[in-house]
């Protein structure tokens, strides 16, 4: 898994098994304005832009699930739902697992939901 930050260093290494996996972000498609960092992915229920720069801000999710099509979906809503939201809506998907990744004051913060310890790594 990229580091959302610096696409040529990794962030992780995660074994698939017999699941997909899939991640949304701001790595590929977004621009940065006064300090936020804007995507293609978009809250339809946000009620306006924000114009200051957020303390923690959502980079990117990452979801292994049993199917391709139901990992791309739930990294979708996972990034759209943040952590807190994702982790209560996760509990329809019990074979399924999601990690966060944000940017904080103290630099690449991350939170997970039922993601495997055993197959997992964080790279340095």
Partial sequence: IANPLDASATLCEAELGNRALSTSGVMEQSFVQDGRIYCHLIDPTALGVETSAPVRQLLQVTVLAPSSMLADALSTAMFLLGCERGRIALAQFPDCSAF?????????QCAAHQWPRDNFRLCK
């Avoid at 966060?100 to 690449?108: C, D, F, L, R, T």
């Fill in 100 to 108: 966060w990744v944000y940017s904080g004051a103290e630099g690449i």
